[in-house]
């Protein structure tokens, strides 16, 4: 099932604890633009008909990354690209993101994004670790 727009907005607002629709909306833009980077074939496919249509099309049309980025440079990367930003905030807004992008994209298609990601990125999803159960 697709999330609408708004609603995924809403959600990232509030894990986020945003202020504004405008702060969730450039934290996801930049997020799944990078992560769409990571990710190939039908897997981001799968994933990308799981998110609303803005988002899907940032996810399918990501940025370049030269190489695939360890959990560490994702989130260097992510301050480097939204404004006035710290690790420390890209981690907090990384979270927010991923976190409603994991819950839209269900657990089995999840495993499969894992899969596809350098270690560590488990975390950034808020999933302790990957590929297990409890």
């Not at 496919?45 to 988002?55: N, S």
Request: net charge negative.
């Amino acid at each position: 099932m697709t999330l609408r727009w708004e609603a995924f907005l809403e959600e990232v607002r509030e894990r986020g604890e945003y202020d504004s629709p405008q702060e969730a909306e450039r934290a996801a833009r930049v997020v799944l633009a990078l992560l769409g980077a990571h990710l190939v074939g039908e897997v981001r496919a799968e994933l990308a008909a799981r998110l609303p249509e803005t988002m899907a099309l940032i996810l399918l049309n990501p940025l370049q990354a030269a190489e695939p980025l360890n959990a560490e440079r994702f989130v260097r990367a992510t301050a480097a690209w939204i404004e006035g930003a710290t690790e420390a905030t890209a981690l907090w807004d990384i979270g927010a993101v991923l976190s409603t992008v994991a819950d839209a994209a269900g657990d089995d298609l999840m495993d499969q994004v894992l899969l596809q990601l350098p270690p560590g990125y488990a975390l950034l999803f808020g999933r302790p670790t990957a590929g297990t159960r409890p």
